[in-house]
């Protein structure tokens, strides 16, 4: 991976600080993020829907991996070469558990969609509800969606300064071809990164 590469990887600290609030809206720790994986587990005993709902996951996970892959230009699999995105799953008598890994290379705003359906998916295995049927599951989906705005909304205030591309890249907020990089600090427990976040002309004033 080229050092330019590395400089727009977000913080792991982002991806981990999201991995929290979408396990505080189900009030468990279902999902937990070791770089560069992750694992959702749903446990049996837990379960008051369907077992086809972590199939379902499975399925609408790697859908959605493949299209990041092409809207950002991400490699999806593996070879002898390079190994960036994948996703596992195994399934057994007392729990079933995806695996994703390579997760910092998706953008925050993907990856915090992708967390949305993973809390969709395990309110309606834990409740057999979907929140769209049930105030209790709309309830729970919508602390963690509100949590994901909010989050957006902080870091999008963040100072930041233009810098010129050096290559090609795409817009990291629509897939689109960037013109400029924002850069900014991510400041997180006396530390501090720098970051640069490749954007279009519409999302010149994103930086997440």
């Known amino acids: 991976m080229s050092e330019d590469r590395q400089k727009i990887i977000f913080p792991s600290e982002i991806y981990e600080y999201l991995v929290r609030k979408a396990n505080s809206s189900v009030h468990e720790t279902f999902i937990t993020i070791s770089f560069p994986i992750i694992e959702i587990k749903f446990l ?3 379960r008051k829907g369907s077992t086809k709902t972590v199939g379902w996951l499975f399925d609408e996970l790697s859908k959605r991996l493949v299209a990041i892959s092409k809207k950002y230009g991400i490699d ?3 070879s002898s070469h390079r190994k960036y995105l994948m996703i596992d799953f195994t399934s057994g008598s007392n729990s079933s558990i995806i695996k994703l890994s390579g997760y910092h290379h998706i953008p925050i705003k993907s990856f915090g969609n992708i967390l949305a359906i993973i809390v ?4 309606l295995f834990i ?10 599951a709309k309830e729970l989906h919508k602390k963690y969606t509100d949590s994901f705005e909010e989050f957006k909304d902080y870091w999008n205030r963040m100072s930041r300064k233009k810098l010129p591309l050096t290559d090609d890249r ?3 907020i629509c897939g689109k071809p960037a013109f400029t990089y924002n850069q900014w600090i991510y400041k997180n427990k006396g530390s501090s990164e720098e970051v640069l976040t490749p954007v279009c002309k519409i999302h010149k004033n994103r930086l997440i």
């Open 170 to 172: 795409l817009c990291y």
């Open 44 to 46: 049996n005993a837990r």
């Open 127 to 136: 409740l057999d509800k979907k929140p769209s049927e049930d105030e209790e």
């Open 120 to 123: 969709w998916s395990y309110i």
């Open 76 to 78: 999806v699999g593996h």
